[in-house]
């Protein structure tokens, strides 16, 4: 049972632009959504947070005016519109989803749902 989906990943040249965007299935509680990317041989990290609950958002330094997460208008969907994209940017992007975000909001283990990834690939 898929519960957590992405799209919007691809190829783009340093300085372009991409959006992703993720859908969790209706029936989850998912006051809490937001991205992680994985780059080869390199940890999971969070990359930005949206807690609409609180009305929080939350961003990785790397990532800070460059990259906006927003809600949708259908329920439980997110976008994450990433601007000025750099080589470091390259990964695998992951849409994560729970309840409520964990104390450490970007703690991987914090979240229970998760989608499959969308390859985001930054070329000079």
């Known amino acids: 049972q898929v519960l957590v989906v992405e799209s919007g990943g691809g190829s783009v040249q340093a300085g372009g632009s991409l959006r992703l965007s993720c859908s969790a299935s209706?029936?989850?509680?998912?006051?809490?959504m937001g991205w992680f990317r994985q780059a080869p041989g390199k940890e999971r990290e969070g990359v930005a947070l949206?807690?609409?609950?609180?009305?929080?958002?939350y961003y990785a330094d790397s990532v800070k005016g460059r990259f906006t997460i927003s809600q949708g208008n259908a329920t439980n969907t997110v976008y994450l519109e990433m601007h000025d994209l750099n080589i470091e940017d390259t990964a695998m992007y992951y849409c994560?989803?729970?309840?409520?975000?964990?104390?450490?909001?970007?703690?991987?283990?914090?979240?229970?749902?998760w989608g499959q990834g969308t390859q985001v690939t930054v070329s000079s």
């Open positions: 949206l807690y609409t609950a609180l009305n929080k958002v």
């Open positions: 209706p029936h989850l509680s998912t006051n809490c």
């Open positions: 994560a989803a729970e309840d409520r975000c964990p104390e450490i909001v970007f703690r991987v283990p914090g979240y229970r749902y």
